[in-house]
């Protein structure tokens, strides 16, 4: 079945560090990716998506590609704020299928930012 | 335009007892998924609804269900709580109909706590 897989966190960084969240997926059709955000209380919310192989996805100066040879989508932001603080998802769906609603999503990495 | 709404925000109840929860999509928005996030599981897919019909089901033993109104409002229900469904629940709604491609937009969740 489908799976994605997060670096292991938690990852604490001081402001205007660079940041790489690593996510790889396993899935038998062709995706689409997503990275989600989840602030302290919050529900998730999109950050940025690609539908395709090569595909970059872009938002708040994050930026993720997709890449189907080393079936990767890792999340990376030139100089992250404390503002950037919060739980990053990596997921996917499955759109060869009947996966109606269905994401599958990784176990989520927490990134501190520091002054 | 209001996004999606749960409530209640916070529920507390006791082993044995029944839940139901509630879900109201972005206005337009006819498709609901719901969501399980736990700690060590992290975030689980329960169902779908589209049009009053549950067109996908996670993983989930029968007690949990769910059910979609006319006017695309979700709830869903827990029977014979235990100790494990200690949970955040989130419910998501998607505008697009058509096809796979989903976008999913997340409520802030409902903290169930089972004592």
């Known amino acids: 079945g489908d799976s994605v897989t997060q670096m292991e966190g938690p990852v604490t960084l001081s402001e205007e560090a660079f940041l790489t969240i690593n996510c790889t997926y396993t899935?038998?059709?062709?995706?689409?990716l997503f990275w989600y955000v989840q602030y302290p209380g919050e529900g998730l919310q999109l950050l940025l998506k690609?539908?395709?192989?090569?595909d970059k996805g872009s938002n708040k100066g994050f930026e993720a590609t997709y890449r189907k040879e080393t079936t990767s989508f890792h999340l990376e932001k030139g100089s992250v704020q404390v503002s950037d603080s919060a739980v990053y998802f990596c997921?996917?769906?499955?759109?060869?299928?009947?996966?109606?609603?269905?994401?599958?999503f990784g176990q989520g990495t927490i990134l501190t930012v520091h002054p | 335009k209001a996004g999606v709404t749960q409530t209640p925000r916070y529920l507390i109840k006791t082993r044995g007892q029944q839940v139901t929860l509630s879900c109201s999509p972005i206005s337009g928005h006819r498709s609901v998924s719901w969501y399980q996030q736990t700690p060590g599981q992290g975030l689980q897919f329960l169902f779908e609804y589209f049009s009053e019909t549950q067109r996908n089901k996670g993983n989930f033993p029968g007690r949990f269900s769910g059910r979609q109104f006319s006017n695309s409002r979700s709830e869903m229900n827990v029977s014979t709580l235990e100790l494990g469904d200690s949970a955040l629940y989130l419910c998501?709604?998607?505008?697009?109909?058509?096809?796979?491609?989903?976008?999913?937009?997340f409520g802030s969740g409902t903290q169930l706590s089972v004592l």
């Open positions: 998501a709604s998607s505008l697009i109909v058509t096809g796979p491609n989903e976008k999913l937009f």
């Open positions: 997921a996917l769906f499955d759109a060869g299928g009947t996966s109606y609603g269905k994401l599958t």
């Open positions: 899935a038998t059709g062709y995706p689409s």
């Open positions: 690609a539908t395709k192989a090569d």
